[in-house]
Nanobody, 121 residues
């Protein structure tokens, strides 16, 4: 079994910063892509940032220049540093990872439980 545990959400004023963390644990052979998605009330879940195991990162246009995704592969952990936060960044943020389990032949996609980020104006 694979588990993704997020932390770091909360309430912040516009212009402030937050750092989200997500650690993958369980029967892991290899972690491929890791990323962050978000879902605001009444809206569809959308990609925020993605970090493949190799290669360049990818960001939604709305967060470019403000958010930075990074990984600690030794810890199977992904981070999202969010600066210059805006009220429109308010959403539940979900961690996502593509993981090859040690007892499976093919990788699967896993999700964290979500962490609330609220930006007040």
């Amino acid at each position: 079994q694979v588990r993704l545990v997020e932390s770091g959400g909360g309430l912040v004023q516009a212009g402030g910063s937050l750092r989200l963390s997500c650690a993958a644990s369980g029967s892991i052979f290899r972690v491929d892509a890791m990323g962050w998605y978000r879902q605001a009330p009444g809206k569809q879940r959308e990609l925020v940032a993605r970090a493949p195991s190799g290669g360049s990162t990818d960001y939604a246009d709305s967060v470019k220049g403000r958010f930075t995704i990074s990984r600690d592969n030794a810890k199977n952990t992904v981070y999202l540093q969010m600066n210059s936060l805006k009220p429109e960044d308010t959403a539940v943020y979900y961690c996502n990872a593509v993981v090859l389990r040690s007892d499976y032949r093919h990788p699967g996609t896993y999700w964290g439980q979500g962490t609330q980020v609220t930006v007040s104006s």
